[in-house]
């Protein structure tokens, strides 16, 4: 698998001579194999040894878009974890519906929403940030419970026993949500 997208990289993508692509490994996903033929192939997760060249590489591949193997399309994407995913496809369904209002908009890393508006660039850390300015633009965001209950969790001073003063931090508030209780079971 290493050789061959390595070679790969080296005759679809038109990356700068000096441009030395290593490859700490390669896989196929964990998704079972396809059992129609015509069904797309499982992705391929590449983990490079030097971020700099994965970046020159996406960069690359995102600016030719048309890269195809054996008549087949190839795409590149970032691996992100299945909850980072998730709240990404969220922000790409609001800009969709911004996008059909004639609204300017992207999703910087990780789940941000960027608006471009008569009245400036505004940025949103996350949709439940953005729900009021989306409601006056028309726009519907379906925004997870889960995610209120996040930005509740981290936004609110918490108050102990002892009437001292805490916020908590994004792994407890993530640990409290998932339910976990300290133990390993």
Known sequence: MLSFITALLHTKLKVQGDTEIKLERAHRALAPKP??????????????????????????????RDIEFEGQRVHFDQDYSPDLQGKRKGVREVIKQLKENNIKAQSPYPAQLKLFLATGVRVFPTLVEAQSTLKEL???????ERDILERELTQDKWSTQENRRMQLNPTDVRAIIRGDNGTND
Do not use: C, T
Request: net charge positive; glycine share 2%.
């Open 35 to 64: 059992k129609e033929s015509s069904a797309p192939p499982r992705s391929i997760i590449v983990r490079f040894l030097d971020f700099s060249v994965k970046q020159i590489i996406l960069q690359q591949a995102w600016k030719q």
């Open 138 to 144: 028309g726009v519907d965001a379906r925004i997870e």
